[in-house]
């Protein structure tokens, strides 16, 4: 397939991708959108020019929102559709190649655009759902010789998070205050984050509703998983392992996460499925799926230091998920917990078996025992003011690439 | 106070009590309404009628909506005048007493309504902040010399909660299925939950928006506090106590929460404010508060099997919480989270010190070793199938008598 829309041969956006996003165009108006290369692409208007006219189901143009979950919750005949549509109008020779009044309309560059929030986000969950991750943490603080507690490898651990604070890439993060107790204090003390960290994850959208006491199986959640979006989930380690006994995580996480603000589809990411680590002890049988069920998906970590270049911190891969979605999906919902259109359901930081694919400072410096060494002279064994989180994901194979562009965060002093 | 509306003089909804909620009419419409007594009034009606002209800043009808949350937004000095100039429209002699087109129009008896969710819950927490419960719960699951956690007496422990299964009173609840492990088994096994729970609890509603990095300080939470509710955090404590380590409660919880219809003003239970236990050791300076700041709120738990009648489990009281509705919120913000209008924030199980005063099953049982014995002759160490569990809630004081009327639910056998 090639695009009359020129970019290049690393983009995260090719004629393979068609992400789906929410963008305010020229400071005017904000509308649903998709990318090819450098080129954001206003779907309201592409609509409104009869573009969609042939999609069955399509019936309003749901593009002209703040969000994309009147889209997403049309389902995957709707979406996929127009995906493909679009991606043959993108194509050389097509119906708007050389179409003047459409590609003024409704093309744009890059610093035409500015991306916003992708969703409305009814309900958050977080998973844990690599195992080295875990067993880092287990390691860490824990037992080194029991890291996996008992439950780990029967059902996908998770917890639900805050949504009101998960916002888009480029949203500065306040640096979070609260209560921790060092090791040498006698009495919790108050004041800003001493251990504020990243943590690399990956998230996957829901495109339907379900009625309490109703379940969505291994083999049915394939079909209700929308797309996928990078996500960093903000963590206070201090707070955090202060405040988490019996509950979980609360205020060392709620501050925020910050989200890429392209979706991608299942269907761009499927010709980067892959097989799961082996799952053992065997699942219980509400947990079995069968076929590939994982994802390729390269995963890296910048620190940019203020004034300064971005240093890698950490290259991992969505591959070493132990659960995966559909698990995930059959698993929250065997208990009849309802989902709803837009909710968003978080990977856990992604980790790999190196020390080099840790999804976290916590695990990259080992609780700051090995700091990182910066390009500019500095070190970090957490992440200082003004610091910038830059997190990048993309598949490729046989010559196709297709990723998500990246999710980044400065954080701000404390208040 | 004497309305022309009469009522029981142990009616919860007297003429000092003017509560909120939302009801379908005769099957036709929803509106906002409130209740006196068995009387249910149309605020869309009444708006409408000219009744509202006078208070500044209630310019629309927010009446004419499916939820509260747009009336709460208006904030105290808005959502107060209302319910003050409710009040004077129903006292003998007023304006709409003998108004025969207002009273048929817009009042309504009991039969003739149906209450629905009052609120769009945009994040749900459940706090833990009864000693009494913090104390059995550790006792019976950890160590009985140290039922209490180090962090529990410095914050008020809390966690998110699952905001798309909160129902209102009357709405059935499936029993859930998920993964436990039986003692005195290897491997986790699946099925229905053998130890379903409730949770005796109230929960207040937040009446405005705060951007990330803003806190909201204990002197000024109550002016973010619109009213409470009764709250009944539904458990499955086999599934929780398999699940819950590392990350907190998850499965066992999320399958549903129900709440009363009718959302109590804390201007209407501003006569029963008492105070709250002592805190020692001293908490940090942004959990102190001044005043006294827990209300005096009668609570009762009573179980009805299919076919039989009303058993009363427990008897609890509002007052026993440690840690006040100021001290929880402050706690939720000082990180910067964000909060939205119409947040529910949830007290944990309101447990007393006498075991007649415990807030679950799973502590008036002690584990089920306890069971409970029922008026028809049956006992119960947890709910079976087909058991209502109804809560109700009044605060009483000089002749004065202001409560929430119930939260109740039944109990559907596993699909």
Chains 1, 2 share one sequence.
Not at 29 to 50: E, K, Q, S
Not at 82 to 108: A, H, M, P
Request: aromatic share 12%; glycine share 8%.
């Amino acid at each position: 397939m090639k695009s009359f829309v020129n970019y290049e041969q690393n983009s995260d956006f090719s004629i393979h991708n068609i992400p789906f996003g929410v963008a305010a165009f020229n400071n005017e108006y904000i509308a649903c959108c998709t990318r090819i290369g450098d080129i954001v692409i206003d779907l309201a208007t592409l609509y409104d020019y009869g573009f969609f006219d042939e999609i069955e189901g399509l019936n309003e143009n749901v593009f002209e929102a703040y969000t994309l979950n009147e889209f997403i919750e049309l389902g995957k005949p709707v979406t996929n559709a127009v995906r493909l549509k679009i991606q043959e109008l993108l194509l050389e020779d097509s119906k708007i190649d050389n179409d003047e009044r459409t590609l003024e309309e409704c093309f744009f560059s890059l610093d035409k655009v500015r991306m916003m929030m992708p969703l409305h986000i009814p309900n958050y969950t977080d998973f844990y759902s690599s195992i080295e991750h875990a067993t880092n943490i287990g390691k860490m603080f824990r037992d080194p010789a029991n890291a996996l507690l008992p439950n780990w490898k029967h059902l996908p651990v998770g917890y639900h998070g805050r949504a009101s604070s998960i916002v888009v890439s480029g949203t500065e993060i306040i640096r979070p205050k609260g209560q921790t107790k060092p090791a040498d204090s006698e009495k919790p003390i108050f004041g800003p984050s001493k251990q504020l960290d990243f943590e690399l994850e990956m998230a996957f959208v829901v495109n339907r509703h379900t009625e309490m006491g109703e379940s969505i199986s291994t083999s049915e959640a394939e079909n209700a998983i929308f797309g996928m979006v990078l996500f960093n989930d903000w963590s206070a380690r201090d707070i955090q392992s202060w405040e988490y006994v019996p509950l979980g995580p609360f205020l060392g996480k709620n501050f925020g996460s910050s989200i890429s603000p392209w979706v991608v589809t299942m269907e761009a990411l499927n010709p980067f499925r892959t097989s799961s680590p082996q799952q053992e002890p065997e699942v219980l049988d509400y947990l079995k799926f069968s076929g590939e069920q994982n994802y390729d998906i390269n995963l890296e970590v910048y620190l940019q230091p203020e004034n300064g270049t971005e240093n890698l911190i950490t290259q991992s891969n969505y591959k070493f998920m132990y659960w995966n979605m559909l698990q995930q999906l059959a698993h929250h919902t065997i208990n009849g917990c309802n989902v709803e259109v837009g909710d968003l359901y978080a990977s856990g930081t992604i980790s790999g078996e190196d020390p080099n694919s840790f999804g976290s400072m916590l695990e990259v410096t080992w609780r700051g025992q090995n700091p990182i060494q910066l390009n500019n002279g500095q070190e970090r064994k957490f992440i200082e003011d003004n610091d910038t989180i830059i997190m990048r994901g993309f598949a490729e194979k046989d010559g196709i690439r297709v990723g998500f562009g990246e999710v980044s965060g400065k954080i701000l002093p404390a208040k």
